[in-house]
């Protein structure tokens, strides 16, 4: 017997917007299937307007509404029977979150869960990470987002340490991570990886994708610290316009993918990797997962 459905989940963060439209397999006997069927990202940029202004602009309040409202036709569209909508550090520091997701309610009867630093870690982490890793090593998971990025580490298959740190492409783009924030940071990872002897890091977020496409190299092969440094300095070398002209990035992504390189790049560093793996995976994905697990926990009981 097969069950196929579809699941939802609206990812609301500090530099774009995504809707992940997946396909949920079941079939007697195996284990459930989690199939990627749409993903649409729209570039609000949050965290440009939060993390300067404290609030989100009347601009952007319509810009979400109007996506609220399309990601709704195009879930109906799609016969989607499940979806779950979470907002990141923007929506979270804003004056007038509460009242942004109050209108979307009201407009396209979408309701948005804000949610800490903590268990956006914590559904990234649940992630079903373990086709993508080898329980014999450890690994520091870093997923980069524009107001904060979510660290794991992960031993033996096991999460053994994790925090959100308010460190993100937005918030660096408009220099508003101070030099404490950094060394905290810096200090966090130390201590949470020196009793490893070898140790790699797991990248997600859509520059690290981004970065890994264009490295042409296989899935489930690592990007070095050697490449990522080179194209670092590459990246440096052009200018905002140059990136876009000449290295192909879209404009909402060729400025943030250098504070982007920053932070997988200290990461790398203060956990002593030489490798970092990117297994496409984040937030939106661990929503989808999530949906179902607590759908399946709630029909046995």
């Not at 630093?117 to 450890?138: C, F, M, R, V, W």
């Not at 990025?149 to 308010?166: C, D, L, M, Y």
């Given at each position: 017997?097969?069950?196929?459905k579809k699941y939802a989940a609206i990812d609301i963060g500090s530099n774009?917007?995504?809707?992940?439209?997946?396909?949920?397999?079941?079939?007697?006997?195996?284990?459930?299937?989690?199939?990627?069927?749409?993903?649409?990202?729209?570039?609000?940029?949050?965290?440009?307007?939060?993390?300067?202004?404290?609030?989100?602009?009347?601009?952007?309040?319509?810009?979400?509404?109007?996506?609220?409202?399309?990601?709704?036709?195009?879930?109906?569209?799609?016969?989607?029977?499940?979806?779950?909508?979470?907002?990141?550090?923007?929506?979270?520091?804003?004056?007038?979150?509460?009242?942004?997701?109050?209108?979307?309610?009201?407009?396209?009867?979408?309701?948005?869960?804000?949610?800490?630093?903590?268990?956006?870690?914590?559904?990234?982490?649940?992630?079903?990470?373990?086709?993508?890793?080898?329980?014999?090593?450890?690994?520091?998971?870093?997923?980069?987002?524009?107001?904060?990025?979510?660290?794991?580490?992960?031993?033996?298959?096991?999460?053994?340490?994790?925090?959100?740190?308010?460190?993100?492409?937005?918030?660096?783009?408009?220099?508003?991570?101070s030099k404490e924030a950094w060394q905290e940071l810096e200090q966090w990872?130390?201590?949470?990886?020196?009793?490893?002897?070898?140790?790699?890091?797991?990248?997600?977020?859509?520059n690290i994708n981004k970065i890994f496409k264009i490295s042409g190299k296989?899935?489930?092969?690592?990007?070095?610290?050697?490449?990522?440094?080179?194209?670092?300095?590459?990246?440096?070398?052009?200018?905002?316009?140059?990136?876009?002209?000449?290295?192909?990035?879209?404009?909402?992504?060729?400025?943030?993918?250098?504070?982007?390189?920053?932070?997988?790049?200290?990461?790398?560093?203060?956990?002593?990797?030489?490798?970092?793996?990117?297994?496409?995976?984040?937030?939106?994905?661990?929503?989808?997962?999530?949906?179902?697990?607590?759908?399946?926990?709630?029909?046995?009981?």
């Open positions: 017997m097969l069950s196929i774009a917007v995504r809707l992940l439209i997946s396909n949920i397999i079941e079939q007697k006997g195996k284990p459930v299937q989690f199939k990627k069927n749409s993903l649409v990202r729209v570039p609000i940029r949050l965290g440009s307007d939060v993390f300067i202004h404290n609030k989100i602009s009347k601009e952007n309040t319509q810009r979400i509404l109007d996506t609220m409202l399309a990601f709704k036709l195009l879930m109906k569209s799609h016969k989607v029977v499940k979806y779950k909508a979470c907002a990141t550090s923007a929506m979270r520091e804003s004056t007038n979150g509460k009242q942004v997701v109050d209108l979307v309610l009201k407009n396209s009867d979408i309701s948005i869960d804000i949610i800490e630093g903590e268990e956006e870690a914590a559904i990234i982490a649940a992630t079903d990470l373990n086709s993508y890793i080898d329980k014999s090593k450890t690994y520091l998971y870093v997923d980069v987002g524009g107001g904060s990025t979510e660290f794991t580490v992960i031993h033996e298959g096991i999460p053994a340490a994790s925090r959100s740190f308010k460190i993100g492409t937005v918030r660096l783009l408009n220099d508003m991570v990872i130390k201590s949470h990886t020196s009793d490893y002897d070898k140790i790699s890091v797991l990248g997600s977020g859509g296989a899935l489930g092969k690592p990007l070095t610290y050697f490449y990522l440094t080179s194209y670092y300095q590459l990246l440096q070398s052009y200018s905002y316009e140059e990136r876009i002209t000449e290295l192909d990035l879209n404009q909402d992504r060729a400025d943030v993918i250098i504070p982007a390189m920053r932070i997988y790049l200290s990461s790398m560093k203060w956990s002593g990797a030489k490798n970092i793996y990117v297994p496409k995976i984040g937030l939106a994905d661990g929503i989808i997962k999530s949906i179902y697990y607590q759908t399946v926990s709630s029909n046995t009981q």
